[in-house]
């Protein structure tokens, strides 16, 4: 079965600090979305994006966080200057179509902030 | 978007059927009900989806009765496996995101 691999599956970084987060969507999907689930918390939608940009945000999805599909095989979300409360798993997702009928989600990235 | 209710937790043991019933009395005619499934520290599965009627796939079953103002999600024999946080979610017809709720913890006993 068609994985998202997302990379690392655990990251530390110091408050302040950019980081990049990397997800490898399936191959012949078209829509890629991030979700983020602090712990013990409910999974929050992110961002979408299709055809090279965003499609839809939500009010977390602030200047601080980007996504890029740099190379037409990963689909990145990079968060610019972290914060403790960023502290968080961060699931990819990806869909063929663009219905949630059709979602993956890799396993996600655990990030810790310190 | 249609808000749902669920358990916040079930305790089962293995080899039992389980049934997990959600309420969505706000639910429009051009919205889905969708589950998934989540293990600790993985992200959502996709279970099942349906519209009305009811849906069966390898792995649960949906239940929709006519007024679709809630849905049971059926796993027959569950497993130890099976221990999970399972999420009814209502989806609009074509709508990109998905709002998850807290779901259900799911415990299954030996």
């Known amino acids: 079965e068609p994985e998202v691999t997302q990379t690392p599956s655990h990251q530390v970084t110091q408050m302040g600090q950019e980081v990049i987060l990397r997800c490898v969507p399936i191959?012949?999907?078209?829509?890629f979305y991030w979700y983020r689930q602090i712990l013990g918390q409910k999974v929050e939608f992110l961002v979408s994006f299709y055809n090279n940009e965003i499609s839809e945000k939500s009010e977390i999805f602030d200047d601080q966080f980007s996504v890029e599909r740099p190379d037409g095989s990963n689909f990145t979300l990079k968060i610019r200057s972290t914060k403790l409360e960023d502290s968080a798993m961060y699931f990819c997702?990806?869909?063929?179509?663009?219905?949630?009928?059709?979602?993956?989600f890799g396993s996600g990235t655990r990030l810790t902030v310190v | 978007l249609a808000k749902t209710t669920q358990p916040i937790s079930m305790d089962s043991y293995e080899g039992q059927e389980v049934n997990i019933t959600c309420s969505h009395n706000?639910?429009?005619?051009?919205?889905?009900i969708t589950w998934y499934q989540q293990f600790p520290s993985q992200g959502p599965r996709f279970i099942i989806q349906g519209y009305k009627t009811k849906v069966t796939n390898e792995v649960a079953s949906l239940f929709i009765p006519a007024d679709r103002k809630s849905s049971t999600l059926s796993l027959p024999r569950v497993s130890l496996s099976d221990t999970a946080v399972y999420y009814c979610l209502v989806v609009p017809e074509g709508f990109q995101k998905l709002v998850f709720g807290t779901g259900t913890r799911l415990l299954v006993s030996p």
């Open positions: 191959s012949n999907h078209l829509y």
């Open positions: 706000n639910i429009a005619t051009n919205d889905y």
């Open positions: 997702a990806s869909s063929a179509t663009g219905s949630y009928y059709g979602y993956t």
